[in-house]
């Protein structure tokens, strides 16, 4: 955009870069550390029995290096090329960069109610909690004319049929083992959902695995074309919780491969190709290795409230990893994510301020 100033009878012409994205992708894969975002496989806790698996030889091999950028890049190896070079990633704690829960509980529910309505209401204090009571920024854009019945939530967690007030927000939500395509579901759609019925359920009728995630929301984006999709993964923090660094890390990796997979649809398809911003971030931290409470997260986990995010794409400026000391919250990723829409979200609640990435 072009703007053009008259000042003391001159006239200057500034050319400054202020386009905004007409779609976005938010991704969140549940309780992943900004600890092996930034630093890769912890060498401790892979060699520590209670937690490899057995097979410490298997994560060394695909995991490791003894450079830490080397090393965080073979676990996350869309995060550090694409969107290294084209994006912003913040959270580098050992760089002074802390992006924080502002929410006092460090777990889920709040967490994603934080990221979406962007406000740490302590009234939001359970993962049980009912349907949430305050306006998400999916639900306020899905009112504007632009991006009405063009904003869908895929979540392997059912508990975002309740965390984005599905019923009353209007938004189509996928959650848990929630069946798409309605009453006439296409081929695809019939075989994903025939197979998420017959899957090996580790976490329970709660919450399934996130290949299945994974593939309804890439079909709906390739088929229903949405303005605004929201992708929830919520292996990392299962196998975390279980204690099973292997599957966390194989989890964390998959993700990013789906990130990229995400990415290349994006800028293969008209309707989305150089006009779209990727919003990826977590829900809360988890604590640290040395008294292997890596497994855990809650207000009694020391540093669990750590946590970090990437953007990346139109309106997003390419800084790499920002290692500017800063504090920044969660609760501004409301504001920001509707700001890369050019869009203000307004609510009857405060909302944390928008994080400017476009300079
Ligand atoms: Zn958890």
Redesign the pocket.
């Known amino acids: 955009m072009k703007y053009f100033f008259c000042l003391l009878g001159i006239t200057f012409s500034s050319f400054a870069f202020s386009q905004t994205a007409e779609n976005i992708i938010i991704v969140t894969t549940?309780?992943f550390r900004w600890q092996e975002v930034f630093k890769g496989m912890d060498s401790a806790i892979a060699n520590n029995k209670k937690f490899n698996q057995n097979d410490s030889a298997n994560i060394f091999k695909k995991y490791w290096a003894d450079d830490v950028r080397e090393r965080r890049k073979k676990l996350m190896p869309f995060l550090w090329s694409m969107i290294e070079q084209n994006g912003q990633i913040y959270g580098n704690r050992d760089l002074g960069n802390k992006v924080d829960n502002a929410n006092l509980y460090w777990?889920?529910y709040p967490g994603y109610n934080e990221i979406f309505t962007g406000y740490p209401d302590t009234a939001v204090n359970s993962n049980k909690y009912p349907p949430n009571p305050h306006t998400n920024v999916l639900e306020y854009l899905n009112t504007l004319p632009m991006y009405n019945n063009k904003v869908a939530a895929f979540g392997a967690w059912d508990a975002f049929n309740r965390i984005l007030n599905e019923e009353r927000s209007k938004i189509p939500v996928y959650a848990g083992f929630d069946k798409t395509g309605g009453s006439n579901p296409s081929p695809v759609e019939k075989l994903r959902n025939d197979m998420l019925e017959d899957s090996y359920k580790p976490f329970g009728d709660e919450e399934g695995l996130d290949v299945f995630t994974q593939y309804a929301a890439l079909d709906y984006l390739q088929t229903k074309k949405p303005k605004i999709i929201y992708i929830s993964y919520g292996e990392t923090?299962e196998w975390a919780?279980s204690g099973q660094y292997r599957d966390y890390l194989n989890a964390a990796n998959r993700v990013d491969k789906w990130v990229h997979d995400i990415w290349d649809f994006i800028q293969n398809d008209p309707a989305y190709k150089n006009k779209t911003a990727l919003f990826f971030t977590v829900d809360h931290g988890r604590g640290d290795e040395k008294k292997e409470e890596w497994t855990s997260?809650n207000k009694d986990i020391k540093g669990s409230y750590q946590i970090w995010f990437a953007a990346m794409g139109t309106g997003i400026k390419a800084k790499g990893e920002v290692k500017t000391p800063q504090q920044l919250y969660q609760k501004q990723f409301a504001q920001t994510i509707a700001g890369l829409l050019g869009q203000e979200f307004k609510a009857a609640h405060p909302i944390g301020e928008r994080i400017d990435l476009n300079k």
């Open positions: 549940d309780g777990f889920s923090d919780h997260h």
